[in-house]
């Protein structure tokens, strides 16, 4: 085996094992838990750092544990790295919970372009 072969086969796996450790990440739900609390949607972020955008201007950053406060039709999109959320807050007409859209682009080390999937999440 020459060492350019070698070498592109390394990299290949590695670019694979990449992929699927962040595709793994963003399997499980991106918030622990969901609460409806009056007229707004309190969401308890899972996992990781995330930067927000839409809640204000210069956006802020959440970490794991903390919460999000939001109201019938608010939006926020939460980033980090290779995956972002744009989340959207339904209380009228219930359910009450939050529309979710996930999105994973690992072109940057090789992969496919943006991936989407989206779902719902009732609140409790």
């Not at 072969?5 to 390394?10: G, N, R, T």
């Not at 949607?41 to 930067?51: E, K, S, T």
């Not at 608010?74 to 359910?95: E, G, K």
Request: one cysteine or more.
């Amino acid at each position: 085996m020459t060492r350019r072969v070698a070498l592109s086969w390394a990299v290949g796996l590695l670019v694979g094992l990449a992929a699927g450790c962040i595709a793994a990440e963003s399997a499980s739900p991106i918030f622990t838990s969901v609460t409806r609390r009056g007229d707004a949607v309190i969401a308890v972020v899972a996992r990781g750092r995330w930067l927000t955008h839409n809640e204000s201007p210069a956006g802020r950053i959440v970490e794991a544990g903390q919460s999000l406060t939001l109201r019938d039709g608010a939006s926020v999109t939460l980033v980090q790295h290779h995956i972002s959320y744009d989340v959207r807050c339904q209380i009228f007409p219930p359910p009450a919970g939050l529309h979710i859209t996930e999105s994973f682009d690992a072109r940057s080390f090789g992969g496919p372009a943006a991936q989407k999937k989206t779902y719902f999440m009732a609140a409790q």
